[in-house]
C-alpha cells in the first residue's frame, strides 16, 4: 500500500511540475499572444561556434567541385577538397571559412570560400523541443529554414487529445523569454499554411491538451 502511494504521489509531483512549467511559459489561454513570426532569422554566424555533430555546408565561388557539406567529426574537423582535413571545432563559420581559403591559396587564386551551419547537432542551443500533447516530445536537431511544420513531423505529430490552436511557441529574444501563439490545429487538420511559423534553435512549442 505505501508503494502505490509513493508512485500515485510521485505522478502528481511531476503532473504539478508539468502545470508550472506550462504556466511560466505561456498562458493556458494564448489567444492575446502575438502570433508566431513567419520567417526568422538564426543568429548570427560570427557567434555560433560550430561542433562536434554539426552539418558543415562550404561553397567556394565558382568552383562547384571544391564545394562540399561535410560532418564535423568527433575529432572536431571536416574533409574538404584540396584543403584536406580542417579543424572546424571550436571555430565561427567566419573563421573556418578563412582556414579553407588559406589551405585553398597553393592551388585556388583569389578564392572566394563560405560557410554555413546547415545542421546542427547535440549542441542543446542547436535544438528545438516539443512538449506537451504530442506523440514524440523529443528535441529535434535545427536545420537551415526550419519550421513549426518540421517539427511536428520529427515528433510524430499531436496527441487526439491536443489543444493545437492553443499551443506556444517559447523564445528568447535578446535574452528575454517571448512567448507566441502557434495555431497547429488550422495548421496540420485545415491545412491553412498561414498558420506555419519559422522556428530557431532554442525554441520550446508547447502543446497543451
Known amino acids: 500500500m505505501l508503494?502505490?502511494?509513493?508512485?500515485i504521489g510521485a505522478k502528481l509531483v511531476l503532473c504539478t511540475l508539468a502545470i508550472c512549467y506550462l504556466a511560466g511559459c505561456g498562458s493556458s489561454n494564448s489567444a492575446s499572444l502575438p502570433p508566431a513570426p513567419l520567417t526568422a532569422s538564426a543568429p548570427p554566424a560570427e557567434d555560433y561556434k560550430i561542433g562536434q555533430g554539426d552539418i558543415i555546408q562550404v561553397t567556394v565561388w565558382r568552383?562547384?567541385?571544391?564545394?562540399v557539406t561535410a560532418p564535423v567529426r568527433p575529432d572536431g574537423k571536416?574533409?574538404?577538397?584540396?584543403?584536406?582535413?580542417?579543424?572546424?571545432?571550436?571555430?565561427?563559420?567566419t573563421e573556418l571559412a578563412q582556414s579553407i581559403t588559406q589551405k585553398?591559396?597553393?592551388?585556388l587564386v583569389n578564392a572566394v570560400v563560405s560557410v554555413i551551419v546547415s545542421k546542427y547537432g547535440d549542441v542543446a542551443s542547436g535544438q528545438v523541443r516539443?512538449?506537451?500533447e504530442v506523440n514524440k516530445p523529443i528535441a529535434v536537431p535545427y536545420r537551415?529554414?526550419?519550421t513549426v511544420l518540421d517539427v511536428l513531423i520529427e515528433v510524430g505529430g499531436m496527441t487526439r487529445f491536443a489543444n493545437g490552436n492553443n499551443a506556444v511557441l517559447v523564445r528568447q529574444v535578446n535574452g528575454v523569454k517571448t512567448s507566441y501563439r502557434v495555431?497547429?490545429?488550422?495548421?496540420?487538420t485545415?491545412?491553412?499554411?498561414t498558420a506555419n511559423a519559422a522556428v530557431l534553435p532554442g525554441d520550446v512549442i508547447i502543446v497543451p491538451r
Open 104 to 107: 585553398l591559396q597553393p592551388y
Open 144 to 146: 537551415d529554414q526550419m
Open 190 to 193: 485545415r491545412g491553412d499554411i
Open 63 to 67: 568552383s562547384p567541385e571544391l564545394s
Open 183 to 188: 495555431r497547429l490545429d488550422d495548421l496540420v
Open 78 to 93: 571536416i574533409s574538404a577538397p584540396l584543403a584536406g582535413e580542417v579543424q572546424a571545432a571550436g571555430l565561427t563559420s
Open 130 to 132: 516539443a512538449i506537451g
Open 3 to 7: 508503494g502505490v502511494c509513493r508512485v
